[in-house]
């Protein structure tokens, strides 16, 4: 088996993040790359990028929309059987480009971008939870190597949120959303990033308002889900939250799995920081503010 580095990231929008995102490719070299909120229509995405990625020996396959979601699987190891969206998922109203799926390498590589949900019990969280179950569903049917990439929308557990009281009546952290997570692990799905940090504080996005990143008040809703097939191949899993600092950073850091074998070593070159265990006093969510 060929060596293969593969992340995911949520760019909110590649057209802003382009002073980011090449220099990151030629930093951290990934082979396979699961981007989201490209937010731009596949000709566009094309424009901007297309002569930058193929100068680095990428094949790229989009599924974009004008302003709105986006997503897009980059590799350098191979780009077949491209298919778009999640067959039989709801629409809001219509088919959202939230899901982009290839074959890397003879791993089945899923790009995602999860609703959101908004609120607990409105549509938008109802629409959530099917298009979830419809993707645990091509995800049964799928080949047995398979990695399921993106922002999912979901933290997993308590310890992926800075204050699980701060949480409390917001989505993300609902027992509905974490089942319908837990459903598709139950397929053979690994969290290889929260295998590899079992009790570390680890985000992976950070609320541009109040401070957040600075606080290390995030939560942890990148996420990389290995097969059982593929999972025992993690040499190395880790959140570049080097990615995260700086001028025109997204609001979310890069997730990098490396399989068969870790060049940064074993832990990665961005070893979870010793964090700070959050504010002394309560904090509230900036939206809940």
């Known amino acids: 088996m060929v060596p293969v580095r593969v992340a995911t990231w949520n760019v909110n929008s590649v057209k802003q993040r382009v002073p980011r995102l090449l220099p990151w490719l030629d930093q951290r070299q990934p082979d396979v790359v699961c981007l989201q909120e490209t937010k731009l229509a596949d000709d566009a995405f094309t424009a901007l990028l297309g002569a930058e990625l193929e100068q680095r020996g990428y094949r790229a396959a989009v599924f974009g929309e004008t302003q709105w979601n986006g997503v897009a699987i980059l590799s350098r190891v191979g780009l077949e059987d491209v298919e778009v969206g999640v067959a039989g ?24 971008y999860v609703p959101n949900g908004r609120e607990p019990e409105s549509d938008h969280y109802k629409y959530k939870l099917e298009w979830l179950a ?12 398979a990695l399921v990439c993106g ?11 800075f204050d699980p009281d701060a949480f409390a009546g917001h989505t993300h952290v609902t027992e509905p959303e974490r089942a ?10 690994h969290d290889v990033v929260r295998e590899r940090w079992p009790d570390k504080r680890i985000f992976s996005y950070w609320d541009y308002r109040a401070g957040m990143f600075h606080r290390d008040l995030g939560m942890r809703i990148d996420l990389v889900l290995a097969s059982d097939g593929v999972a025992p191949r993690a040499k190395a899993a880790w959140i570049d939250r080097h990615a995260r600092k700086g001028t025109g950073p997204s609001d979310h850091a890069p997730v990098v799995v490396d399989l068969d074998e ?25 939206q809940a503010k």
């Open 89 to 112: 998922a709801p629409g809001f109203p219509h088919q959202e480009a939230r899901a982009v799926a290839a074959t890397c390498a003879g791993v089945r590589v899923h790009s995602l």
């Open 134 to 145: 419809a993707l645990r569903d091509v995800l049964a049917a799928g080949p047995a190597d």
């Open 151 to 161: 922002d999912i929308n979901i933290a997993p557990a308590d310890a992926d949120v």
């Open 180 to 189: 319908a997570l837990r459903a598709i692990e139950a397929l053979g799905f």
């Open 262 to 286: 870790a060049p940064d070593g074993d832990i990665g070159p961005v070893v979870p920081p010793p964090s700070a265990p959050g504010a002394k006093k309560k904090v509230k969510l900036p």
